[in-house]
């Protein structure tokens, strides 16, 4: 990190313990809020380590909750304490009922389906589409080219600070009515059938290999709705088992992106 980013971290991890607001919090909570909202500060980032979370940037934004009256917004007869983000027309297309609290960044050419919610310290990166009904939680990361489907749910996560969000990593297709979960993390170019649901304790099995994964969806792969029995006594149950059932071919992924005139803009 910069010099003057350390310095910002310090100061919130400062505020967070403080048992008094000092009269600077407000503007340095601000600091952090218009850093999200422009893309510079994230509360994930990759690293040669994988994914590091930035767990002051979550303290900022628990501290903007706990600062931040309940007041009445400018869009109408609603009551928050964060107030909407403003988006540019040039740089995305956000249908009519789509809502993106300040404090989440929207990349280049990211389309929001309505009704859509992105909440606070969520990421989504350029090139996206967030589908109608679709719920990208706090602190949610989304890559480039990700297809999130109409009705999923990527869950958020605030608590504790040191917590990882859920991580969409880029070129990934999520089918409609999923949910993804507790911090898991699907890689680069894995594809997430129709109404599949992972959380941080779903097993995932390559029916390949036999090998099951857990938190994680291999890069390339494709994912769909599996189950797989569990006795439990003397009786037998069918426990939910995602299934690797292949891995995604580059030469066919085309027929997965999105159309182009989805993405168009005019300049």
């Not at 002051?56 to 931040?68: D, H, T």
């Not at 990211?110 to 679709?134: K, W």
């Not at 999520?174 to 649901?197: L, P, Q």
């Amino acid at each position: 990190m910069k010099k003057d980013t350390i310095d910002l971290a310090k100061r919130i991890d400062e505020l967070f313990e403080a048992e008094s607001t000092p009269a600077e919090a407000t503007m340095l909570i601000d600091m952090v809020m218009e850093g999200l909202d422009q893309g510079t500060i994230k509360v994930v980032e990759k690293t040669n380590k994988g994914w590091q979370t930035n767990a002051w940037v979550k303290k900022a934004i628990l501290l903007y909750f706990r600062l931040s009256p309940v007041q009445k917004m400018d869009e109408g007869h609603f009551f928050d304490k964060i107030p909407l983000k403003t988006l540019s027309a040039a740089a995305n297309r956000i249908v009519p009922y789509s809502s993106v609290r300040r404090g989440a960044y929207i990349g280049a050419k990211v389309v929001i389906m309505a009704p859509s919610f992105v909440n606070i310290g969520a990421y989504i990166d350029e090139g996206s589409m967030v589908d109608s009904l679709v719920l990208v939680g706090s602190c949610a990361r989304i890559g480039k080219n990700v297809h999130l489907g109409a009705g999923t749910i990527i869950g958020g996560v605030l608590e504790p600070p040191n917590s990882t969000p859920v991580i969409i990593e880029d070129n990934a297709f999520i089918g409609g009515s999923c949910g993804i979960y507790e911090g898991c993390i699907v890689e680069a170019n894995a594809v997430i059938g129709a109404g599949t649901i992972i959380t941080a304790r779903t097993p995932i099995v390559d029916i390949n290999t036999g090998e099951e994964f857990y938190g994680r969806v291999p890069e390339n792969s494709v994912v769909v709705p599996g189950g797989r029995p569990k006795k439990y006594g003397d009786r037998e149950f069918i426990l939910q088992t995602p299934l690797i059932i292949k891995k995604r071919d580059p030469a066919v992924s085309a027929k997965l992106a999105l159309e182009d005139s989805l993405r168009q803009f005019n300049s």
